[in-house]
Structure formats: structure tokens, C-alpha cells
């Protein structure tokens, strides 16, 4: 089974500073996906960055980029340019392909708080 | 384009009672899941879904049950509700490649 480890409860940035968060996880599968969701206070689940474990390139979406270390298994993600609107539960999640479907796994989550 | 519709939005059941949660997407996603996020945690997988006919569960499935007859529709039902399934309860759908599209959620009070 696969565990995905976020060690930081709580952060906090000033706004239009940077900010990184942390996400650790253990597989024994060879390709999967990675993801980052952010979670406002209207609970919807917002997807914000996706990484496919074969490629080398880490991805970015505007302000929000990985570091994403297979070997170590870590995907941290990095905001740059912190935005009031950027105040939100993330989860880090793993996805990996079987007979059935994609099984995503989350972990616990890092409540970032945007300070003006 | 709706995307993921779950209903109803709020729920209270009392212990015991059974109800459905409805799930429909209408992006025409070969996947789809439920999910429940307990207060100050993650989501946990409760069952998933690759097509009209195939489903697995998930990391905590006891004391619910899915099918899936369409592409669209994927319920849950709870068969006899618990304190314990108080929670939010998220479906979400996918395509093979791409992160999942959630609906935004039912909250169920089990008293």
C-alpha cells in the first residue's frame, strides 16, 4: 500500500513571498502520479499541479512549481508570489493504474496562511 | 458542462437509516471514485470505478456499497448509517492520465 507523508500541519507566508511544501511517499510502483490540490474554505477540491513519475521535468503552472525527487520519493511545491487567494488546506495526493481504476492516495494536508 | 454534481449537499440520518448519495459527471471520465474526508484530515478512498460493471474498494469500504450500470452515474450507498460515517463525502471522476475532478461534496451527519 502506498503512504503519503506531509509533515508540516500548519505554514504560514507574508504575501508576495515564497513558499514551499513538503510531501514524502512510499511505493513500490514504478510509474505513477503525482498530484497537489488545494482546498479553500468552500471545501472544493481544486486541482493544482500534476507530475507523471517518468518524466524528469518538473512541472510548473504559473506561479505554482515541484521538486519532484524520485529517488528520494519526494514532490514538494513550491508558490511563488503568495496571493491572499493562495490560503488553503493542500494535499499532497499519489495515483497509481490498476484493472479497476486509479487508486489516489492523500496525505494529511498543510494549512497555508497568506498574511497580508 | 456541470462537471461532477453530487446531491444532496447536506444530509442527516439517523442511526441505522439508509440512504444514497448520487453522483453524475458528464465529461464522459472512464474513472471515478468516492471519497470521505474526516474533520482535520485527508481524503480516504472509499470505493473506485474504471467502467459501467467494474469496481474495487478502496482503503475503507465497510458499510457501503457502490454499482455502476451508466458512464455517468456512480452512487453510494450507505446500508445501515453509523456515527462513525459522519464525515464529507467527495465523489470525483477522471480520465486515465489526469488528476481527478471532484464534486463539492455531501455532508452527512449520522446521529
Known amino acids: 500500500a502506498q503512504t503519503v507523508t506531509q509533515s508540516q500541519p500548519e505554514m504560514s507566508v507574508q504575501e508576495a513571498e515564497t513558499v514551499t511544501l513538503s510531501c514524502t511517499y512510499d511505493?513500490?510502483?514504478?510509474?505513477?502520479?503525482l498530484f497537489w490540490y488545494k482546498q479553500p474554505p468552500s471545501r472544493q477540491m481544486i486541482l493544482v499541479i500534476r507530475?507523471?513519475?517518468?518524466?524528469?521535468q518538473n512541472a510548473t503552472e504559473n506561479r505554482f512549481s515541484v521538486n519532484f525527487q524520485k529517488a528520494a520519493k519526494s514532490f514538494s511545491l513550491k508558490i511563488s508570489d503568495s496571493q491572499l487567494g493562495d490560503t488553503a488546506m493542500y494535499f499532497c495526493?499519489?495515483?497509481?493504474?490498476?484493472?479497476?481504476?486509479?487508486?489516489?492516495?492523500f496525505g494529511g494536508g498543510t494549512r497555508l496562511m497568506v498574511k497580508p | 458542462n456541470a462537471g461532477v454534481t453530487q446531491t444532496p449537499k447536506f444530509q442527516v440520518l439517523k442511526t441505522g437509516q439508509s440512504m444514497t448519495l448520487q453522483c453524475a459527471q458528464d465529461?464522459?471520465?472512464?474513472?471515478m471514485s468516492w471519497y470521505r474526508q474526516d474533520p482535520g484530515m485527508g481524503l480516504r478512498l472509499i470505493h473506485y470505478?474504471?467502467?459501467?460493471?467494474?469496481?474495487d474498494q478502496g482503503e475503507v469500504p465497510n458499510g457501503y456499497n457502490v454499482s455502476r450500470s451508466t458512464t455517468e452515474d456512480f452512487p453510494l450507498r450507505l446500508l445501515s448509517a453509523a456515527p462513525s460515517q459522519t464525515s464529507v463525502y467527495f465523489c470525483?471522476?477522471?480520465?486515465?492520465?489526469?488528476?481527478?475532478?471532484f464534486g463539492s461534496g455531501t455532508r452527512l451527519t449520522v446521529v
Open positions: 470525483a471522476s477522471s480520465t486515465r492520465f489526469h488528476g481527478y475532478t
Open positions: 511505493t513500490s510502483e514504478s510509474n505513477y502520479y
Open positions: 507530475q507523471e513519475a517518468y518524466k524528469q
Open positions: 495526493a499519489f495515483m497509481k493504474h490498476n484493472n479497476a481504476g486509479n487508486m489516489l492516495t
Open positions: 465529461m464522459n471520465h472512464e474513472y
Open positions: 470505478s474504471v467502467g459501467a460493471g467494474i469496481t
